[in-house]
């Protein structure tokens, strides 16, 4: 053997040793990888697996609290309309009554208990309206504006104290009729209620471009931005009926009107500004596809005032 094949032996062994060297190291290093994203993937499965214990109590808890609204809302909705069946009936039994006796005092009697009783069925739509009910009665035929904004005022109590200034001459349709008569009742309930007994609401009509619009005018102190913005939200729609958030004193009037708004394609919005009368003014703005023309005038007794479910 030469010399140089003993050197090249020899070179070749330690060449051997040191890729064995080599391989042990990247043995070892990966073995070490490995080690380590094992305990990588069991801690995220740890994770995955408290997050999805953790989501699946969420949702069952959300669950649970969708399923008791929704039983609140059921029985909210069967209470809201017996009350309105007995405040039918009590109105029907006032209705025989006016037509049976003549004496003055007697009838104002018997027209205040009726105003008492269209103000319990209101408050009993608007139950139903925010249990997700619709403004059940479908007027046969369509219903003048001026006629939807008198029924409206006939639904409350200081009734006397609204002003009603009609410049157009339209008529919503019968589908639509009872959610209005509904919305501006509420509405014009919130302006009485809010300003002086001593002061008038001035209820206005007339056409834009694109329908109609309602303004409804109060002379009561205003309202602060805070309380604006508010009022806007619940008008904005889209509110239910949650007994948790109620409150103490509850103000379903225009939540009622925000969700008839949204049902019923209509837009109710309220000024920042002052009213020219130093209250608040609201206007209800009806698209065309909401209002048509007026029939003959063939109007039974008591036009738009009743309610229904």
């Known amino acids: 053997m030469t010399q140089w094949s003993v050197t090249a032996t020899g070179v070749l062994a330690v060449l051997a040793l040191v890729a064995a060297a080599r391989y042990h190291a990247v043995s070892v290093t990966q073995r070490g990888r490995a080690d380590r994203l094992q305990h990588e993937l069991a801690r995220l499965q740890e994770q995955l697996t408290a997050e999805l214990s953790r989501r699946g109590a ?78 059940g009665r479908h007027w046969p035929e369509p219903v003048p504006l001026e006629d939807v904004v008198r029924g409206a005022q006939s639904r409350i109590l200081p009734f006397q104290r609204v002003v009603v200034r009609s410049r157009i001459e339209t008529a919503v349709v019968g589908a639509a009729a009872e959610a209005l008569i509904h919305a501006i ?59 948790s958030r109620l409150g103490e004193v509850p103000q379903l009037g225009l939540a009622a009107v925000g969700r008839l708004a949204e049902q ?16 608040v003014r609201v206007v209800v703005l009806l698209p065309n596809a909401l209002l048509t023309e007026p029939l003959p005038p063939t109007v039974p007794g008591r036009g738009a005032g009743g309610g229904g479910l």
């Open 185 to 243: 009742a509420e509405l014009l309930d919130n302006a009485t209620r809010y300003s002086p007994p001593s002061t008038q609401v001035f209820v206005t009509l007339m056409p834009v471009h694109n329908g109609a619009v309602i303004e409804i005018d109060d002379g009561g102190v205003g309202m602060p931005e805070q309380a604006v913005a508010k009022a806007s939200a619940a008008l904005a729609g889209g509110s239910t009926l949650e007994v």
């Open 264 to 279: 019923y394609g209509f837009r109710v919005t309220l000024s920042s500004a002052p009213s020219p009368y130093g209250g």
């Open 58 to 135: 969420e949702l069952a808890a959300v669950q649970q609290e969708q399923e008791l609204t929704a039983s609140t809302q059921r029985a909210f909705l069967s209470v809201a309309r017996r009350i309105l069946v007995m405040a039918h009936d009590q109105q029907a039994l006032l209705d025989e009554m006016e037509r049976t006796h003549d004496d003055p005092a007697l009838l104002e009697g018997l027209l205040k208990a009726d105003h008492a009783a269209a103000q319990q069925a209101r408050l009993a739509q608007t139950l139903a309206v925010l249990c997700g009910a619709r403004a």
